[in-house]
């Protein structure tokens, strides 16, 4: 089964306004991990939260992570047209490097 | 290379053939991961190797699917007797797992007709 569950699965926002997706996951783990996908290829990379970190910021990007709850978020603010893509997030449990993905925000952002 | 590699692109083949994909890492990373992703889903863990012992084999669907790692690099997956419900995009990643962030290529699209 997944690890990890995203919502909205799909978000339509107007270009300017910000955008937030959540993730929840099962299991205690080290990292969270947010990647984005353009046209159903390869993924990149967009930012890792540790265990023990509640906030990070990388440009227009802030993650949050509420072990307790297991859940993270994701905003991304002053949305561009170029920022329509999937989102996941990934995490691995504790112990293990078995990166499992969420299900997936499809972000649609209208110029 | 400087990135993850993948061949090939695409592949199209006949129900019951059998199929491999390849997978080149980036050079140096420890650990390696095969997922699969139908249209419009998510990804679907398959199984990954650390050096080149798998872990974890559980996403493997059916015994008709396989995959090794040798040299600690290059990775193969073996699909057997391909089924259409095989048809799928399969993406591999790499990692230097100290660093936790996944290298993914651009996958190889398998269609099975």
């Known amino acids: 089964s997944q690890q990890g569950e995203e919502d909205p699965q799909a978000l339509s926002i107007q270009e300017g306004e910000n955008a937030t997706m959540n993730c929840s996951y099962k299991t205690s783990i080290n990292n969270l991990q947010w990647y984005r996908q353009n046209s159903g290829r390869g993924l990149v990379h967009l930012i890792l939260i540790r265990s023990n970190e509640r906030e990070k910021h990388s440009g227009r990007l802030r993650v949050t992570l509420d072990t307790s709850k297991k859940s993270s978020s994701l905003l991304i603010t002053a949305s561009r047209a170029a920022d329509t893509a999937s989102y996941f997030c990934a995490t691995a449990p504790t112990g293990t490097y078995k990166y499992i993905f969420g299900t997936g925000t499809r972000l649609k952002v209208l110029a | 290379g400087a990135g993850v590699s993948q061949s090939p692109s695409n592949k199209v083949t006949e129900k019951g053939k059998d199929v491999e994909l390849r997978c080149d890492p980036i050079s140096g990373h420890t650990a390696l991961y095969w997922y699969r992703q139908s249209l419009g889903q998510g990804l679907e863990f398959l199984i990954y190797?650390?050096?080149?012992?798998?872990?974890?084999k559980s996403g493997l669907p059916s015994d008709r699917f396989s995959a090794e790692r040798t040299g600690g690099s290059v990775s193969t997956l073996t699909i057997q007797r391909t089924q259409q419900e095989d048809s799928a995009v399969y993406l591999c990643?790499?990692?230097?797992?100290?660093?936790?962030?996944?290298?993914f290529g651009e996958g190889s699209r398998l269609t099975v007709l």
């Open positions: 190797f650390q050096g080149n012992s798998a872990p974890d």
């Open positions: 990643a790499s990692i230097l797992v100290e660093a936790g962030e996944l290298f």
